[in-house]
T-cell receptor, first 115, second 115 residues
Framework: GENVEQHPSTLSVQEGDSAVIKCTYS??????FPWYKQELGKRPQLIID?????GEKKDQRIAVTLNKTAKHFSLHITETQPEDSAVYFC??????????????FGAGTRLAVHP | DVKVTQSSRYLVKRTGEKVFLECVQD?????MFWYRQDPGLGLRLIYFSYDVKMKEKGDIPEGYSVSREKKERFSLILESASTNQTSMYLC??????????????FGPGTRLTVL
């Protein structure tokens, strides 16, 4: 069935270093790949997304890359700051006929950025 | 400003009780979702709805049912609560695919404890 695997489950970096989180998906019909950030005690919020017709997208310090052939996508955070500490979820969206859709989420990565 | 609200932040129930979790969104979104969030397992989809009175099973529907009588409201029902349903429950909504933005917006979550 549909599955999204996310690695690593925990990641610890020094402030200023880069962080990379990787996801693979199984459903070749997936066409949209969002990343959510969940700070402690708060709701998940979208930070960046990428569609299947694009290989890379960047927004200031964060970027996402997509390799459709390998069914693999990654989140890159450069110049990490303590406020980047959170749990990050990747997801893959599957479309159904009729226009509705659902997201399959990875298990999450807990990122800790140490000053 | 999109708002997804949930009826309770914290709920304590006893085994065997019938539990209702309510979710309301004010963005006229067609799609609504119920997830449960458990450590190490990410966000798992319980049920979703793409229109009033329509519902689809997600990945873990057993022990749950849902109701969507109005577009803005999506209810999750635990027919007979069990201890393994102790979890954080997150509601989300999104517009139908084809509109400009497809982001899922999450509610603040309900932490349910079943004793």
């Amino acid at each position: 069935g549909e599955n999204v695997e996310q690695h690593p489950s925990t990641l610890s970096v020094q402030e200023g270093d880069s962080a990379v989180i990787k996801c693979t998906y199984s459903d070749s019909a997936s066409n949209y790949f969002p990343w959510y950030k969940q700070e402690l005690g708060k709701r998940p919020q979208l930070i960046i997304d990428i569609r299947s017709n694009v290989g890379e997208k960047k927004d200031q310090r964060i970027a996402v890359t997509l390799n459709k052939t390998a069914k693999h996508f990654s989140l890159h955070i450069t110049e990490t700051q303590p406020e980047d500490s959170a749990v990050y979820f990747c997801a893959a969206r599957r479309l159904f006929s009729g226009g509705y859709n659902k997201l399959i989420f990875g298990a999450g990565t807990r990122l800790a950025v140490h000053p | 400003d999109v708002k997804v609200t949930q009826s309770s932040r914290y709920l304590v129930k006893r085994t065997g009780e019938k539990v209702f979790l309510e979710c309301v969104q004010d963005m006229d979104h067609e799609n609504m979702f119920w997830y449960r969030q458990d450590p190490g397992l990410g966000l798992r989809l319980i049920y979703f709805s793409y229109d009033v009175k329509m519902k689809e099973k997600g990945d873990i529907p057993e022990g749950y049912s849902v109701s969507r009588e109005k577009k803005e409201r999506f209810s999750l029902i635990l027919e007979s609560a069990s201890t393994n349903q102790t979890s954080m429950y997150l509601c989300a909504s999104s517009p139908r695919v084809g509109r400009l933005y497809n982001e899922q917006f999450f509610g603040p979550g309900t932490r349910l404890t079943v004793l």
